[in-house]
């Protein structure tokens, strides 16, 4: 190859290059690299949060089955602690307060399972609704692989959530909320199907849209208030998100007969759908395409 080429090809791939590819060279020219790296912790550039959060997308979705789905499973099972908590206080407050401030206080406890959850680094389907998409949008991956992966969380979570309700079933002698475990189950499912999805949705955006705060902020801290903050909206809005709610639905559904296996189901294929729908068009697809567009018009 000539001289002459050699520099045209050279040109060619500088021009492919983003702004914030070159930003990141300018970068490593002047600053020592871990110093540049702690600095980014504090401020993360939106291009970087993509990179980093497609890097994640492309490790789960090459993670073998064993290791995702036991993950997966201890999520479900994790989750059963928020499942507790909301009852705990919905059975000892509703009688002494009013519903407002009991609907305040579940929510502030509602968060706490998943921040248990997301810090210990288990599999939440709600989170990969929208993570898992983006290697895809960016073509590092096939549409199969990620297929692989909802199944196997889903299906995982789901597990994990029938164990943690059949525990809480058998310690309520100790922890006293059949009554809040019967009011939770029946929130669930008094909306007809449309508000449902909808509702769903919305707890699937938020849960995505706290997947992207985690990978935009600091380790600890400020990653714990990014999930508690999405997910207390979630509970004081009284949004369905799945896993969450299966715990709850399956746990109400072993303690009472006022529910039928039908009506878990129903609840259990609008909330997930919903949550699929909310995190990888409302996060995924919006994140994905705003800040490649960015490049592209910066680019040109």
Known sequence: MTDYKKEEKGVNKEEEKTERELEREEEDKEFIPVIVKRTDESLRHPDDILDKIISEGLEQLNRPFT?????????????????????????????????EASRLSMALVYPLGFVLCIMSGTQLFTEHTATAVYPVLDRRSKIKPLFRLWVIVIIGNLLGAIISSS?????????????????IGLHLIKYDSGVLFLSAVLAGWLMALGAWLVMATQPAFSQMLSIYVVTFIIGIGGLHHSIAGSVEIFTAYLISDLFS????????????????????????????????ETQKSTHD
């Open 261 to 292: 296996i039908q009506q878990v189901l129903r609840f259990l294929i609008l909330a997930i759908f919903g949550n699929l729908v909310g995190g990888s068009i409302f996060v995924a697809l919006l994140n994905y395409g705003h800040i490649r």
């Open 167 to 183: 525990f809480l079933v058998a310690t309520d002698k100790v922890i006293a909320a059949k009554s809040g475990y019967i009011a």
């Open 67 to 99: 290791s995702l789905f036991l993950s997966a499973m201890a999520a479900g099972l994790i989750l059963g602690f928020t499942a507790m908590s909301v009852a705990v206080i919905e059975s000892q407050t509703i009688s002494l307060i009013k519903s």
